[in-house]
């Protein structure tokens, strides 16, 4: 039996080293990487249960033709061959007829790894294809963050631990940073100052010393209020702000807008609490702010996060070590050229650009230009990780919209296939890996064959690369040429590091590269910019967002026993998620007689979903939450909270809103 090295390839900030017990044609089992530089060999549940889902018998092993109604999951198989000479047959009638912008691939995070997470873009690059923008996640929260550190790095996770004081900021690190609740759990025991602030008591609370529970999108509200504070009380760090920001006396100007007795009828929070957890944070010397992604899902979210990002520089926390603001930029450079990947200059042409988060309209026909007829799904299953669930469903279900997945289960979108191809695990193929939470890279090399005739992303664009008769070299490469090629030409970050890092990297080691010196400040100004001269806002100020017609504001939350739409076919992980549930505060249920435990419908104008009532005083009344990502067999009446999501993008970063929608509920009976 061997021991061998790999990397997590799942969308989650760590990027955890693994090791696989193996004897070259079996995985026996996943454990943590104990010499990992980052994770030290702590993973999740759900990883650890890796070979569960790698010899799942629902696992899809041989490529696919539909041969029932579109959703009905009714499949033949059929031969590699047969499946890639339909696939480039469709394509080429579709690019004769229409024009290859009518073809339309969809990726995301499915897979996290950079080669084969973005070698699709070089295939449809060279097609001329609609590119999809990918800003499902976090990118008004990139937005937000660069209007005032610009390209500045973030506190990496490890740095928390010098922090005296975090206030963890819209974050369930249960869920999504666990190497982060470690830290939490650890300060709180020495005596360090841990405060909660979101929408429900999430199961990081368990961590937290105070739980402030806020309004849906009244966060920006929240932080321009304690600064107020900090400056009438004599709080902020006056010199820092006027040495180290940019326009601090014009933000400050506009604070007396934002008393504690103002904002409480935005946010919610009681004047005391708002003066007593911004007295704590100006309190500590190196305060912290661990920043999630779910506060940036609003109409107003790069704002917020702008805001948000502000606060430090006013008790001058970036002065010390530990403090400042951790989740958002880590990256101190290109470690690997992506370009080496993408190609973009494979496109000769201006291409049509179709926002992730607006795919239901454009499968539709509600998109301009020619429509959609192709689709080209993989590292994504939109059927239920996309706003405006109900929409994408009639999308697919079109019987001219030829529908490729390539896929490792049999999802709701792969349900809705023309052809099916079989999808590789992350230990059946080779790639390079970089996390978004720490500075990390690393290669992790095939450990064994992949199952029956699953194929990586790469060598399945080859094959249709040269179904297609693209004979550019690119599409010649084999996944190892691939690899050793982005690790020799590397990315100008890591052609300036020390040789010995490089070297291990291509060893097959993962390597975290060296904190930033937070305070030289990458902006135009050489400062933190307060005031940005180049926003279309200069001044921040809190952007309130017009409410929908429905009295509450409904707020998907992560589960800390699956991973998005990833995992659901564990059935271990699904009965300790347990059933679709709605979070409501009693005075709501009170108010529409619902009980605890109770069916109920939960709808606004785009669906009617069911859930099932979970009454509890953690969630802030006039909000409930929804927890997870279910699948359709598993949902109560065949939608889930996608389906109650608009398709609206934020201020900035053309991100989704998800968490920007009002519903109402009621008793089923």
């Known amino acids: 039996m061997m021991l061998k090295k790999t990397v997590c390839p799942y969308d989650c900030p760590a990027s955890c080293g693994l090791i696989a017990e193996t004897d070259g044609n079996r995985i026996y089992r996943i454990i ?22 790698l ?60 080669i084969q997470r973005f070698c699709g873009h ?16 976090s990118s008004a929260k990139g937005e937000g963050y660069a209007q005032v550190m610009g390209k500045t790095r973030s506190l990496d996770p490890g740095e928390l631990k010098d922090s005296d004081c975090i206030l963890v900021w819209g974050c369930n690190a249960a869920a999504t940073r666990i190497h982060s609740m470690a830290d939490l759990v650890n300060g709180k025991k020495h005596g360090k100052k841990v405060i909660l602030i979101d929408t429900y008591e999430n199961p990081t609370a368990r961590a937290a010393d105070e739980v402030v529970l806020i309004r849906p999108g009244t966060d920006g509200a929240l932080a321009l209020s304690m600064m107020q504070v900090l ?92 403090g400042g603001i951790c989740g958002c930029t880590v990256s101190g450079g290109e470690v690997f050229q992506m370009d080496l990947i993408r190609r973009p200059d494979f496109r000769k042409k201006r291409c049509r650009k179709i926002n992730i988060n607006q795919l239901a309209s454009a499968l539709t026909g509600d998109i301009q230009g020619p429509p959609v007829k192709g689709l080209y799904v993989y590292g994504l299953n939109p059927a239920n990780t996309v706003s405006n669930q ?37 230990v059946e193929q080779s790639d390079v890996y970089r ?48 690899v050793r090629k982005v690790l020799q030409e590397a990315g100008s970050y890591l052609r300036e590091r020390p040789e010995d890092e490089r070297a291990k990297i291509q060893s097959g080691e993962c390597v975290l590269f060296p904190a930033a010196n937070h305070r030289i400040y990458r902006t135009k100004s050489g400062k933190i910019e307060i005031v940005n001269r180049e ?10 967002v017009e409410n929908d017609t429905y009295p509450l504001h409904l707020i998907a939350a992560p589960s800390v026993h699956t991973l998005n739409s990833t995992f659901v076919e564990r059935a271990d992980l699904r009965a300790r998620r347990g059933i679709m549930s709605l979070l409501i505060h009693p005075d709501d249920a009170k108010e529409r007689n619902i009980k605890d435990g109770e069916r109920i419908l939960c709808f606004n104008d785009l669906a009617e979903v069911e859930f099932q009532a979970e009454v509890t005083a953690r969630v802030k009344k006039g909000t409930v939450i929804a927890e997870g990502v279910y699948d359709i067999a598993h949902s109560l009446n065949g939608l889930t909270v996608n389906a109650l999501h608009h398709e609206r993008l934020s201020d900035c970063g053309e991100a989704t809103t998800l968490n920007d929608n009002t519903v109402d509920i009621c008793p089923l009976r």
């Open 231 to 322: 400056v009438e009380e004599g709080l902020a760090d006056v010199q820092f702000l006027e040495e180290e920001t940019e326009g601090a006396g014009e933000l400050i100007e506009t604070l007396g807008d934002y008393t504690p007795e103002k904002t409480e009828q935005i946010t919610g929070i009681s004047p005391a609490q708002v003066r007593r957890v911004a007295r704590a944070y100006a309190a500590a010397q190196a305060a912290s702010v661990l920043l999630g992604s779910g506060i940036s899902r609003h109409r107003n979210g790069a704002m917020t996060v702008r805001l948000i990002t502000i606060l430090p520089a006013f008790v001058g926390a970036w002065k010390y070590k530990g």
């Open 390 to 426: 109900k929409k994408l469903l009639e999308g697919l279900q079109r019987e001219d919209l030829f529908t490729v997945v390539h896929e490792r289960f049999m999802t709701d979108t792969a349900r809705y296939a023309d052809i099916l191809l079989p999808a590789a695990f992350s």
């Open 435 to 482: 996390s978004y939470g720490y500075f990390t890279a690393g290669y992790a090399k095939k450990i064994v064959e992949p199952a029956g005739e699953c194929k990586s992303n790469w060598d399945t664009f080859r094959l249709l690369a040269r179904a297609m008769g693209y004979r550019e070299a690119y599409f010649e490469m084999t996944e190892e040429e691939m």
């Open 32 to 53: 943590g990487d104990p010499d990992h530089p980052a994770t030290h060999g702590v993973t999740c549940a759900k990883v650890r249960g890796y070979v569960r889902s």
């Open 122 to 137: 070089a295939f449809f690059n060279y097609m001329g294809a609609s590119e999809l923008v990918m800003s499902l996640c």
């Open 55 to 114: 010899y799942d018998r629902g696992r899809l092993l041989m490529p696919m033709k539909r041969t029932g109604r579109k959703g009905s999951g009714e499949f033949v198989q059929i031969s590699w061959k047969e499946a890639v000479e339909i696939i480039a047959l469709r394509f080429g009638e579709i690019i004769e007829k229409d024009g290859a912008q009518a073809i339309l691939p969809a990726v995301y995070s499915g897979v996290m790894s950079d």
């Open 535 to 544: 926003a279309e806002i200069p001044v921040p100020a809190y952007m309130p």
